[in-house]
Each structure stands twice: as structure tokens, then as C-alpha cells.
């Protein structure tokens, strides 16, 4: 059986024939990755948060993707002029998934956005200006498909063991990052400038999260096999279903 991975869309208004229209979208980079790998990828559309629990027995695996920032209100910080694309709606969802997935031992993985929407759910912050806190841009999108700076990982971590490796390149599109990390979380990578690349809780099944998006770095053996060892936890679950 092919374990089915349920993928967080990115709600965006887009111009239509009809006028505007929000759209649920995910890139195909995801849904590529997930398939590779072994599952089967299906789009969640942001709904009520108190639909999650219609959802989630139907999925062996939460993959929470990229977009705009998570509202700074849930980590009890003012938004910043820097802040933008923020969507409570999707925020709520994605909170309510996350816990909801945690409860029922549903591996979780969390990319970019996702990994910053993870660390404030369990209870952690964001720092909402990457350069204001280190000097240093983490905003290179012209170069997405390209490892532009390396990342150390913590060797005695689920992430080393699904890269295989305890540093590698990987890409940076983001402005924003975690600042404290949430109780029961730990942090397993960072950037030379002590920026954390990636964090992963204390919790049976896997919930890791990496700040990179390794989906569109396919070519590379050790990005792959993030999905790989993700699809494969996720097969040990529909395994026992």
C-alpha cells in the first residue's frame, strides 16, 4: 500500500476569466517529491480547523509546505513592516493539523513555512527579520534550484540519519527564522551564522521540520532522501492500519 501524504495548499487570489478567485494551490515540486518517494500526494485545501479531525484518519503523513509569514500574533510579537502574505485562516488550519497529527502519531514534515508554523504551534518564536538579527540575507530566490550556503547538522539526529551526511549546500529563500525554539523541540541545523536550518520534536513518530526546500533540489541524492525516510515512516503507519 502506498501511503497517502496529505499536503498543506497555499491559498492565493489569482486572476481569472471569472474575475479573482482563491485558488488552493501546492507546486508540483511537492506532489513530485512525495511520488518519487513512494506516496501518494493529496492537496488539503484550508478549511475550519474543526474539520481536521474528518481528515486526518484518512492520512499517514502531514506535509507542511512554503508560503507567506505565520501571523506574528501567535507568538505574541507586533508585525513588522517586513511581514507579509499573512493568512490567519491557514495559520488556524495548519495549527490545528499539526497538533491533531502529533496526537495521532502521524509522521509530520515541515518545509520552509512549515517548519516556522511548527515551532510556533508548540509554543516557540520567529525572528521576523532574518537580517536585522544576524547581518546576513537568507533571501536568494533568483538562486532556488542551488545550494548557495552549507548548513551543519546535528550528527545524533533523525535528520542526519535520513541525509545521510552531517553537512551538505542547500538553497535559502526565506527572510524570516526561528528565534527561541518551542519546548520539546530541538534544534538540529544551522547556517554559519548560527541560524537554525532545521528542528525536530521529541516525539515517537517524526515531526521535522528544515527551514531549506529540498523539493526542488531533487537532483541531489541527500535532499531526496528527506522524502524518502518521510514516506517511509508514513508506509510503517498505513502498515498498521
Known amino acids: 500500500m502506498r501511503p497517502i501524504i496529505g499536503i498543506g495548499a497555499y491559498p492565493r487570489l489569482v486572476e481569472t476569466a471569472f474575475g479573482p478567485t482563491l485558488l488552493h494551490t501546492a507546486s508540483r515540486f511537492y506532489v513530485r517529491a512525495v511520488e518519487v518517494a513512494g506516496g501518494v500526494a493529496v492537496i488539503l485545501p484550508v478549511t475550519e480547523p474543526d474539520r481536521v479531525g474528518d481528515v486526518l484518519p484518512l492520512l499517514h503523513g502531514v506535509l507542511l509546505t512554503g508560503g507567506g509569514d505565520v501571523q506574528p500574533s501567535l507568538y505574541g510579537a507586533t508585525p513588522m513592516d517586513c511581514t507579509s502574505e499573512v493568512n490567519p485562516e491557514r495559520d488556524g488550519f495548519e495549527v490545528a493539523l499539526l497538533q491533531g497529527a502529533m496526537a495521532a502519531a502521524v509522521p509530520v514534515f ?46 545524533r539526529s533523525r535528520l542526519a540519519d535520513a541525509l545521510g551526511v552531517t553537512e551538505l549546500p542547500v538553497n535559502s529563500v526565506h527572510s524570516q527564522g526561528i528565534d527561541r525554539v518551542a519546548p520539546g523541540v530541538r534544534a538540529v541545523a544551522w547556517a554559519d551564522d548560527g541560524s537554525i536550518e532545521a528542528i525536530e520534536a521529541d516525539s515517537p513518530q517524526q515531526v521535522l521540520g528544515v527551514q531549506w526546500h529540498p523539493e526542488v533540489l531533487e537532483d541531489q541524492p541527500e535532499h531526496r532522501g528527506l522524502f524518502t525516510d518521510f514516506v517511509e515512516q508514513a508506509r510503517r503507519l498505513a502498515a498498521r492500519a
Open 110 to 155: 515541515g518545509i520552509c513555512r512549515g517548519m516556522q508554523l511548527m515551532n510556533v504551534a508548540m509554543g516557540g518564536t520567529l525572528l521576523q527579520d532574518v537580517y536585522v538579527a544576524t547581518g546576513q540575507f537568507h533571501h536568494d530566490p533568483h538562486r532556488w534550484r542551488e545550494g548557495v550556503h552549507r548548513v551543519k547538522i546535528e550528527p
